[in-house]
């Protein structure tokens, strides 16, 4: 089989609890006043924190999709463009972590470029009640499109 381009970091081989830890860092070295990871069957699947704004502490909350890594890598295998052996679960895993990690260090990159606030940044994944900002709006978006 001829393997060509697969999806971002589908050569990982870097453990998600590995990746995750870097991503606490990253938080930390920005400013993060507590980071909690989130498990799930043993393995990381997001992360919450806090950062004070110029609100005051806003919690957010990041989490890896897992399900969805793993269906674009299915595709990928599908179309030829990677192997099986990294069509698994456990390659979707540590695939969405890097790729979590590599979109945080980019979104952090920015913030220290005084390119972007933090809080405009991660105003979606902003949470109050264990939901973020983006799942609030658009399950109230659905109610009016539905009313």
């Known amino acids: ?12 081989t870097i453990a998600p609890a590995k990746t ?8 930390v070295k920005h400013g993060a006043t507590h980071v909690t990871q989130m498990f799930e069957n043993r393995q990381p699947t997001g992360l ?10 806003r919690q957010y909350i990041l989490m ?31 695939t969405g972590w890097r790729v979590t990690k590599d ?7 920015l913030v220290a470029a005084g390119a972007a606030e933090l809080e405009r940044i991660m105003l979606p994944w902003m949470s109050d009640d264990g939901r973020t900002l983006y799942e609030i709006i658009d399950e109230n978006q ?6």
């Not at 979109?103 to 990159?109: F, S, V």
């Not at 659905?142 to 009313?147: L, T």
């Open 103 to 109: 979109w945080l260090e980019a979104q952090l990159a």
């Open 48 to 57: 919450a924190f806090v950062v004070v704004t110029k609100w005051g502490p």
């Open 1 to 12: 089989m001829a393997v060509s381009k697969g999806p971002l970091n589908w050569t990982t």
């Open 142 to 147: 659905m109610r009016a499109i539905e009313s």
């Open 64 to 94: 890896v999709n897992v399900d969805g890594i793993h269906g674009v890598l299915k595709q990928a295998w599908r179309d030829s463009k990677i192997p099986a052996s990294r069509a698994t679960r456990e390659q979707a895993e540590r």
């Open 20 to 27: 995750a830890g870097e991503c606490v860092d990253l938080l």
